[in-house]
């Protein structure tokens, strides 16, 4: 039986004071890995508010959305390596406002990261976390 279409979903990219806002997934895909918090958009939602919504869900923080700046396909594979689910991250970049993290909804853990710690392999992130970070990190300094 063939996957189902691509689900849309949002990540949202905080940066603060030189550390990026994560979360450590609690399941599949990348279960036990650090990334982005996010989630499915519902229907009739808009990036923005799914965004919102999904950060302050996951981590108790309110940020305010402002562009989107990158896409990620992730592909959910099972031991086969057959196709389980294909996910198509929208990734907005949010300027933070309120709340310290507290891991809520399905995150383990979440907490700020400094962006200097993407760069090693003691932190084990999703893919191409820290390229998206340090692309947020970019565009917040510019603006």
Do not use: Y
């Not at 990158?70 to 933070?96: P, Q, S, T, Y």
């Not at 700020?112 to 992130?125: F, I, Q």
Request: hydrophobic share 50%.
């Amino acid at each position: 039986m063939p996957a189902p279409g691509p689900i849309a979903a949002t990540i949202a990219a905080v940066i603060r004071d030189g550390h990026v806002l994560l979360v450590r997934r609690a399941n599949p895909p990348d279960e036990g890995r650090w990334a982005f918090p996010g989630g499915k958009i519902n229907a009739g939602e808009t990036l923005a508010a799914a965004t919102a919504r999904e950060l302050l869900e996951e981590t108790g923080v309110v940020a305010q959305p402002l562009h989107v700046f990158d896409a990620v396909d992730v592909f959910d594979r099972d031991e086969a390596g057959v196709l389980r689910r294909h996910f198509i991250l929208i990734a907005m970049l949010c300027r933070w406002r309120s709340g310290e993290p507290v891991a809520g909804d399905d995150a383990r853990d979440a907490r700020w990261v400094p962006l200097s710690d993407l760069d090693g392999h003691e932190l084990a992130t999703s893919f191409g976390v820290a390229r998206l970070a340090h692309k947020a990190a970019a565009l917040m300094a510019a603006s």
